[in-house]
C-alpha cells in the first residue's frame, strides 16, 4: 500500500453474534479518486473488507471505514 494513508483496526460487535473487523484509512488529497477507488476494489476482493463509511474533509482528505466480518471457528469435541 502507500504511504499516503494511516491505518487502526479495531474488533466489535454490532449485534450478538455478529463481529466484525474494522480498518480506519487516511487517505491524502493527492491521491486520486481513481487510485482511491483501485485500491478499495482491491482490498474488498483479495482481503474481504467492505465500505462502511467514507467521509470527505474539508481540505480534500478522504477518512474511509472499512469492515469485515470475523468468522469464528467452532471446535468439534469428541469422546
Known amino acids: 500500500m502507500s504511504s499516503a494513508k494511516q491505518r487502526r483496526i479495531?474488533?466489535?460487535a454490532l449485534r450478538p453474534g455478529v463481529e466484525y473487523?474494522?480498518?480506519?484509512l487516511l487517505i491524502s488529497r493527492?491521491?486520486?479518486?481513481?487510485?482511491?477507488?483501485?485500491?478499495?476494489v482491491e482490498l474488498a476482493e483479495?482481503?474481504?473488507?467492505?465500505?462502511d463509511?467514507?467521509?470527505?474533509?474539508?481540505?480534500?482528505?478522504?477518512?474511509?471505514?472499512l469492515r469485515?466480518?470475523?468468522?469464528r471457528q467452532r471446535f468439534a469435541y469428541t469422546l
Open 21 to 24: 473487523e474494522f480498518d480506519k
Open 10 to 12: 479495531d474488533h466489535r
Open 46 to 51: 483479495q482481503h474481504g473488507w467492505e465500505l
Open 30 to 40: 493527492e491521491v486520486s479518486r481513481g487510485a482511491v477507488t483501485r485500491m478499495l
Open 68 to 71: 469485515r466480518r470475523i468468522i
Open 53 to 65: 463509511r467514507l467521509r470527505l474533509g474539508p481540505d480534500g482528505t478522504r477518512r474511509v471505514q
